[in-house]
């Protein structure tokens, strides 16, 4: 599968930045591979290299159409390459998709889709995506997948990560909420005494 490039900036472990923009461009990185660059990407001139998977901190990226929406790749140890979804003082969110992402015109983030043997007999397929929350301990916690319907187990696990009492947990499943990715909003609005 062909990686997409973009724009963006490579912040390394050791402090260092290193910014690909205007001719220069990244290849969103997937799994746990090396971040692939290039220098003069539309040129003859083109150069490129490979920056370490351990090396780095994180990656973000932007479509050069839509420099404004900017998205942050961090590379999990044990997971791989995860989009942080949301960056809250007390939640922090990822999700992995195994195929990697690419980005939208507009400048949104997308889970790629295997393109298998199975899509030539349209037989529907998923990349898998999960969603992990880190504590504020620093411990990474699978939340499952995020194409699955919100229920009780994934909303108490949520509320025992964030440290929500059993009476928030309650009021969260009596919501009825289906979508798992606005339960996590309904978190936030909570953590930050918006509900």
């Known amino acids: 599968m062909q990686a ?3 724009e963006g900036r490579v912040y390394l472990k050791n402090g260092i930045q290193q910014l690909y923009e205007s001719n ?4 969103l990185p997937r799994k746990k591979k ?13 150069t ?4 370490p998977f351990a090396n780095i901190d ?3 990226v932007w479509n050069a159409t839509s420099k404004q929406n900017v998205r942050t790749l961090v590379p999990l140890e ?17 999700i992995y998709a195994s ?33 992990y929350v880190r504590q504020t301990d620093g411990k990474l916690i699978c939340l499952g997948d995020t194409y699955k319907k919100c229920d009780k187990p994934f909303i108490r696990e949520l509320c025992h990560c964030v440290g929500l009492s059993q009476e928030w947990e309650k009021k969260l499943i009596g919501l009825g909420e ?18």
């Open 48 to 51: 490129s290299d490979v920056i």
């Open 24 to 27: 220069d461009r990244i290849d």
């Open 178 to 195: 289906h979508n798992r990715s606005s339960m996590i909003q309904r978190v936030i609005e909570v953590l930050d005494g918006k509900q």
């Open 4 to 6: 997409q490039s973009c």
């Open 34 to 46: 090396d971040v692939q660059v290039y220098r003069n990407f539309f040129s003859r001139q083109c």
């Open 58 to 60: 994180s990656v973000v």
């Open 78 to 94: 044990n997971v791989g390459w995860s989009w942080l979804y949301i960056n809250h003082p007390r939640l922090q969110v990822y």
């Open 99 to 131: 195929q990697g992402y690419s980005v939208t015109d507009m400048g949104g983030m997308k889970a790629r889709q295997c393109n298998t043997a199975a899509a030539m007999f349209f037989i529907p397929s998923k990349t898998a995506c999960d969603f």
